[in-house]
């Protein structure tokens, strides 16, 4: 049994303007030790469905359906008071904006102790605090800069810190959404070999959130390709780079520059993502597609598997 | 060779592009309309502006309400002359005067001017009474409310509706002036200060500090009894006072955020002046707040206006803070003497406070259109 | 638009320098320290080129962005415009160089003024500057009156020859003067050079005007660089506004040309919107439009696709590259991203802490990159390919304080190949290296 097992989660927003349909009947599944990158442009779900997990969404967000098993218990049925216990220690997250995370007038390493003695009141403070060291070495800052204050850390120690209080509670699962988006190429490569290291050490599994397509193909086993509120694709990482079948998922690969390798043309994806609140008929994005049919536009195309374990959502699949 | 400007084409024949006069005033009544309804949905603004409109039609009754109802009875029913012969309560025909007795607490009134007294006024045993003299029977002062006066009469025997009615009127002059200039004060300040810092804006800052500490209520007592105040100038004081004080620190804050954001920098890049930059980018968005600060101030400007009515130091001839100051000196404020004769100090009081909170209520619900923060979603 | 057909650069850097005073002290508030934001950097921007500035967070080049652009004045050092409204030559008689002329001309290019005069080493100055006051009445009046060619024009009987001053300067070997003259032609012919250029930091006046129309500038996020309260009409047509240019019929029908020029089509749809109507790439469109509107010749991006997604990003790439090319405008184009710099810049510099630390043709700076913080930085960026394994960044700590460096190489702290001098001697000079490929280290 898979350690969490999302399934068919549909979440829609209540707004002024009308329901926003931010996820539809999305499902996956996450091995121990597994690291999956779900990829998508801002506003596919990503985000939500992190949020939907942790059960941390906005009061207007309603979960129409679905599961979400995470070692056997489904987490939407969960009372409050439960999933308290579940998050921190079962999952946790690491927040986009995580930076801003920290509370400027405590030490760091307070703010980890209080977060270890939340969660685990047996513990006691020197025992967290021996943990926050650990925790500090493990994720490479200086232990003695436990004592220090938000302000007098850079940003990319401030992202460490924020990671090692996701940590703090050995969880099982992290969500770590654009865990490094703010911050520099040599800070983010550092911070990334360090979560991949912790990863592997620790045998957690972790689902990065991210919209740079080369961050998630370096971090991930399994990639999900996201738009528009539905999972088009996934697979294992190689597969995914290699032979796409989904004409969205080869064009994020298409359009998107490297440094390495020859020089080539890069594609466009034409149109715009739609508006989540009158969603295209049949296949999202049917619009956007140079391959749509009349049956696209009429018909929604099923996460079918084309290959082992390489599941996509299209009526004419690339590369299949 | 040189870079000539783009020559612009006339517009060819075929092509119809919109108006650009038309398409904005498309979209300011779309604005409009979409704020409308932002503002219908925070419950509290209606609620203040359906206070507001009540208030208007009050003050806009009176002058009709003179005309006709009231056409033959004007001296009855004028808000600052008018006394009914038809109650008596001693006979005020005008030429009130008094005396105190050696030795006594009470009033005489000479009446019909011989120099002698006719009433007396037992002293301030609570509700004013009088009794002519020889006579024992002391008759009751104020009329309460009745058909032919709504709200009762004044100690004076002037009609507490016909005041309350024509006060309104000067209380939204005073009010609406007194913020508008507050107000545009406060965002010229302010965008400029924030605009050109250095010394301009240390000047006005240190100038709104000085503003904020003052005690502006016991100054405008003084400058009250140095020169003669009246609503017009009241307003244009108050007016500037606040429009120099705490407003242009909120405003400041708010501009200077502007200022710093891209399509300034965009703007200048563009060319545009300073004149250019401070009228067409910072100023149209502090407007919003501007206009939120301008319905806080109407209060505070009402506010201020009872408060030294109270004091009796303004050259007004009746106001809601006149109403309340005259139940005061006549004794009705002391004791438990405001439940004896209650129309005479709660019409004026309710009003004061319930349009200040009027104005105040329409600024909450106009809060949450200006900020989205505030919004529910 | 017409555009010189010369390699001649647009935009001239030389030792710019930007420092931001850091007050300390509550009560008395002196600048005791000084952020080196930009630390004399100098490059050439060439017409039609797209110059990359590439670097992490902090290390000036969006600094350097605004000081071209003049958001921002200099500490010190200089910004050079290429003057499009003088034209320059040199005044020959009898194959002897008399000095340099520049001509002020008015926006149909025709001379109205001689602006500048420079006689040459040993040249009669008195008789150089009749000369340009004769040939000034001689072709005034007369549109493009000087060919890019050289001309014979027949001034009181003096046959004078003039060639215009890049061509001149090409053709001009120092080798053929005397050795004694040398130094005096060699200073003379760097002062020609100024002919042509203006200062940017001294431009204010109808000049600063007319600097604002031929240099915009893009800014990196489209939901900030676009007024909220104004419609999309009034945020393009703004630059036109200001200038003065056509009524509001007129510069609503240009506008609607722009729009559709971007892509954002039918411009009617579009013209009576607000910025938050609009998606983020549609918006960053807007800002292109608004940018290209009066003909620029010079454009600094500031990351005007980073806040993009993927999908969206290419479309605003390609559309920046196609004006480019019809409009023949250079670019400055400040990005983190060298995947992107690779495919938008000819040229790129990389800049580490205020200072230029490589600079080159981006193919051969991203496949042969020298300096060792630019090896760093293109070894960090990941690869959007599961099989390619990068080799692991050796990089110490984090950037440090640009507050006050010591004077010493910027990136010494960090360097994984420093040595005993880069400790000593001051922060190394950028030296060509062969092809343009310009590094400052000493260990190269």
Not at chain 1, 309 to 317: I, T
Request: hydrophobic residues 45%; charged residues 20%; neutral net charge.
């Amino acid at each position: 049994m898979a350690l969490l097992e999302v399934k068919d989660v549909t979440v829609h927003f209540r707004t002024k303007r009308g329901e926003v349909q931010a996820l539809d009947r999305v499902s996956f599944a996450l091995e121990r030790g597994e690291a999956l990158g779900l990829v998508g442009e801002s506003g596919c779900g990503k985000t939500t469905l992190a949020l939907t997990i942790m059960r941390l969404l906005a009061e207007n967000a309603r979960i129409l359906g679905g599961h979400i098993w995470f070692k056997g218990t489904d987490l939407l049925a969960l009372p409050e008071e439960a999933m308290r216990h579940v998050r921190w220690k079962g999952i946790s997250m690491v927040f986009q904006a995580a930076m801003n995370a920290l509370n400027p007038v405590y030490r760091v390493g307070d703010q980890i102790v209080e977060a270890i003695l939340t969660h685990e009141p047996k513990v006691t403070v020197r025992e967290a605090r021996e943990r926050v060291a650990e925790l500090f070495r493990l994720v490479g800052l200086d232990p003695k800069r436990m004592d220090h204050y938000p302000h007098e850390f850079s940003g990319g120690m401030r992202q460490r810190a924020v990671i090692a209080m996701a940590l703090a509670c050995h969880p099982d699962v992290i969500l770590a959404d654009e865990p490094t988006t703010a911050l520099d190429v040599i800070i983010q490569d550092r911070i990334l070999h360090r979560l991949d290291e912790i990863r592997k050490q620790l045998n957690m599994s972790i689902i990065y959130i991210s919209h740079d397509i080369a961050v998630i193909a370096e971090v991930a086993d399994t990639v999900g390709v996201m738009y528009a509120g539905k999972l088009v694709e996934i697979g294992p990482t190689e597969a995914i780079f290699r032979r796409p079948h989904h004409p969205y998922t080869e064009g994020l690969m298409g359009a998107f520059p490297s440094v390495r390798g020859p020089k080539r043309e890069l594609a466009t994806i034409p149109g715009e993502p739609p508006n989540l609140l009158n969603p295209p008929s049949g296949c999202r994005f049917h619009p956007r597609c140079p391959y749509a049919t009349a049956r696209c536009k009429a018909e929604e195309p099923p996460l079918v598997p084309f290959e082992v374990g390489h599941l996509a959502a299209c009526w004419h699949p690339r590369n299949a | 060779m040189a870079v000539p400007a783009p020559p612009l084409k006339k517009p060819p024949k075929g092509r119809h592009l919109e108006a650009p006069w038309r398409a904005r005033l498309r979209l300011l009544r779309r604005g409009l309309a979409g704020s409308w309804g932002m503002f219908w949905e925070s419950r509290i603004g209606p609620l203040g502006l359906f206070i507001i409109a009540f208030y208007g039609l009050l003050a806009l009754a009176h002058p009709i309400l003179m005309a006709t109802v009231w056409a033959d009875e004007r001296d009855v029913y004028d808000p600052k002359h008018g006394y009914d012969p038809q109650i008596i309560y001693g006979g005020f025909d005008g030429r009130l005067q008094s005396t105190v007795a050696p030795g006594s607490d009470d009033y005489y009134v000479d009446a019909n001017g011989d120099g002698r007294p006719d009433y007396i006024y037992a002293g301030w045993d609570g509700v004013l009474q009088s009794k002519a003299v020889g006579d024992d029977k002391y008759r009751g002062g104020p009329a309460p409310p009745s058909l032919r006066h709504w709200l009762g009469t004044d100690p004076w025997g002037r009609d507490v509706f016909s005041q309350l009615a024509f006060s309104a009127r000067a209380e939204f002059f005073l009010g609406v002036m007194a913020a508008l200039i507050t107000v545009v004060i406060g965002t010229l300040v302010a965008a400029i200060s924030a605009y050109y810092g250095g010394f301009v804006d240390t000047f006005f800052m240190r100038l709104a500090d000085v503003v904020l500490l003052f005690p502006v209520i016991a100054f405008l007592i003084v400058l009250g009894s140095m020169f003669q105040l009246n609503l017009y100038s009241l307003a244009v004081v108050l007016g500037v006072i606040n429009g120099f004080g705490g407003i242009t620190i909120v405003l400041k804050s708010q501009a200077l955020s502007i200022k710093v954001r891209p399509f300034v920098e965009a703007a200048k890049v563009a060319g545009g002046s300073h004149m250019h930059i401070i009228v067409r980018h910072i100023i149209p968005n502090l407007l919003p707040l501007s206009f939120l600060y301008m319905m806080f101030n109407v209060t505070s400007a009402i506010f201020s206006e009872a408060v030294l009515s109270f004091f009796g130091i303004l050259n007004i001839d009746m106001s809601w803070g006149i109403m309340v100051q005259m139940a005061n000196i006549a004794g009705y404020l002391q004791g438990g003497a405001i439940t004896k004769a209650w129309w005479i100090f709660f019409p004026a009081s309710i009003s004061i406070t319930l349009l200040c909170a009027a104005f105040y209520f329409v600024g909450r619900g106009l809060d949450e259109i200006v900020n989205p923060r505030l919004r529910k979603v | 638009m017409q555009t010189r057909t010369t390699a001649e650069p647009l935009i001239r850097v030389e030792r710019l320098k930007k420092y931001f005073p850091v007050r300390k002290g509550l009560f008395f508030q002196r600048a005791r320290s000084f952020v080196h934001a930009v630390d004399d950097v100098s490059f050439e921007i060439r017409p039609g080129e797209t110059f990359g500035l590439v670097g992490e967070s902090g290390c000036g080049k969006t600094t350097t962005g605004k000081l071209l652009v003049k958001l921002l004045e200099p500490t010190d050092g200089r910004i050079w415009i290429r003057d499009l409204r003088q034209v320059s030559f040199v005044v020959q008689q009898d194959g002897l160089p008399l000095g340099a002329v520049g001509l002020r001309v008015d926006e149909e290019g025709k001379p109205v003024q001689v602006a500048r005069v420079l006689s040459a080493p040993g040249a009669n100055a008195e008789e150089l500057d009749r000369h340009a006051r004769r040939l000034l009445t001689r072709l005034a009046g007369r549109r493009g009156a000087l060919g890019p060619v050289p001309t014979d024009v027949d001034v009181d009987g003096q046959r004078l020859s003039l060639t215009p001053l890049s061509q001149f300067r090409s053709q001009f070997r120092l080798q053929a003067v005397p050795a004694g003259d040398r130094e005096r032609w060699e200073r003379w012919l760097r002062q020609t050079q100024d002919l042509e250029y203006v200062d940017v930091a001294r431009l204010s006046g109808p000049p600063l005007k007319a600097f604002r129309r031929e240099v915009q500038m893009i800014f990196q996020d489209p939901y900030e660089s676009l007024n909220p309260r104004m419609t999309i009409f009034d945020i393009v047509a703004e630059p036109l506004a200001v200038q003065k240019i056509g009524t509001i019929t007129e510069r609503e029908l240009r506008v609607a040309e722009m729009l559709e020029l971007v892509g954002l089509t039918p411009p009617e749809s579009f013209l009576f919107r607000y910025p938050h109507e609009l998606s983020g790439g549609q918006r960053q469109r807007v800002a292109i439009a608004r940018a290209m509107i009066i003909n620029p010749r010079f454009i600094v991006a500031d990351e005007p696709t980073s806040m993009l997604d993927v999908s969206i990003r290419t479309g605003v790439m390609k559309l920046m590259m196609e004006l480019q090319q019809e409009f023949g405008i250079s670019y400055l184009y400040i990005t983190h991203d060298l995947a992107v710099a690779r495919y938008m810049c000819e040229r790129i510099a990389v800049m580490y802490l205020g200072k230029i630390v490589e600079m080159g043709p981006t193919e051969e700076v991203i496949q042969n990159p020298l300096h060792p913080y630019t090896k760093a930085l293109i070894d960090a960026v990941p690869v959007p390919d599961p099989t390619y394994k990068r080799e692991p960044v050796e990089l110490k700590g984090d950037v440090p304080s640009p507050l006050d460096p010591p004077p010493r190489c910027r990136f010494y702290d960090r360097c994984p190949i420093a040595t005993e001098r880069c400790a000593r001697e001051d922060h190394p000079p950028l030296e060509d290296k062969g092809g343009g490929h310009y590094v400052a280290c000493y260990e190269v």
